[in-house]
C-alpha cells in the first residue's frame, strides 16, 4: 500500500482557550482570533495538494476545517472519533478551580495519572483516534488529507508516532499550538513524522 501524508492541526482558538478552561467534549466556538488562526492556516496550507478534509464534530474544530475546506473548494467530513478526550467532570473548569475543588485528582492528573471522574482516559482517547487516522489513510492512499482535532488528538497522535506515552509526551512536549500542524505519513498502518 503506498503512503497517505496526513497533516494533523489543532482546531482555532476559543474563549475557553484564553482562559484555560478544560473543553473535552464542550462544544464551545472559536473566537474572533480563532477564526484568524484558521484563514491564516488556510493561507499556510494555499501551495498544499488537499485531497480531503477531516475533522472532529465539536464546533471549534468543524469551524476552522470548514474554512480551510472551502478555500481549496472542499468540504469537510466529520468523524466523532476525533474529538477531544471527554475530561468528564472538569470540563468547564480552570485549573485552579480544579485543583480547589478535586485536590487529590488535580495532584494524580499533574503526577501522569487519571485525573478526573467520569469521561475517558488518554490511552481510550489514543485508540480511537489512532483508528480513526488508520481507516482515514485507507480510505486515501498516495492522498493528502488535513485532519482538524484538538489537543489531545494531536498529543495521542503524536505520542504514539515518537513511541511515548500520552502523558510522558505532554510533559516532554507540551501542547500543540492552536492551528499548529504536524506532517504524518501513514502506511499499513505505521506512522512516521514526515515534518
Known amino acids: 500500500m503506498t503512503e497517505t501524508t496526513i497533516l494533523l492541526a489543532r482546531h482555532g482558538e476559543t474563549e475557553w482557550n ?3 478552561r478544560f473543553q473535552g467534549h464542550a462544544d464551545e466556538p472559536l473566537n474572533d482570533t480563532g477564526r484568524e488562526q484558521a484563514r491564516a ?18 464546533l ?10 472551502a478555500s481549496f473548494g472542499l468540504a469537510a ?18 485549573r485552579d478551580e480544579i485543583a480547589a475543588t478535586f485536590p487529590d485528582a ?13 469521561g475517558e482516559t488518554y490511552e481510550q482517547l489514543a485508540i480511537r483516534v489512532l483508528e480513526a487516522l488508520r481507516d482515514i489513510a485507507g ?11 484538538h489537543g489531545g488528538t494531536v498529543r495521542a497522535t ?15 512536549v507540551g501542547p500543540a499550538a492552536n492551528c499548529a500542524v504536524y506532517r504524518l505519513g501513514v502506511k499499513d498502518g505505521a506512522f512516521r513524522r514526515v515534518d
Not at 492556516?41 to 465539536?58: F, G, K, N, Q
Open 18 to 20: 484564553l482562559r484555560n
Open 41 to 58: 492556516l488556510a493561507e499556510a496550507l494555499a501551495a498544499e495538494r488537499l485531497d480531503a478534509v477531516y475533522t472532529s464534530p465539536l
Open 60 to 69: 471549534r474544530a468543524r469551524e476552522t476545517a470548514e474554512i480551510v475546506a
Open 77 to 94: 467530513s466529520t468523524d466523532p472519533r476525533l474529538m477531544e478526550v471527554d475530561v468528564g467532570s472538569w470540563s468547564g473548569l480552570t
Open 106 to 118: 488535580y495532584r494524580r492528573w499533574q503526577h501522569g495519572l487519571h485525573g478526573w471522574e467520569g
Open 139 to 149: 480510505t486515501h492512499p498516495a492522498e493528502t488529507v488535513l485532519v482538524v482535532g
Open 158 to 172: 503524536l505520542a504514539h508516532t515518537d513511541g511515548m506515552d500520552v502523558v510522558a509526551h505532554r510533559k516532554v
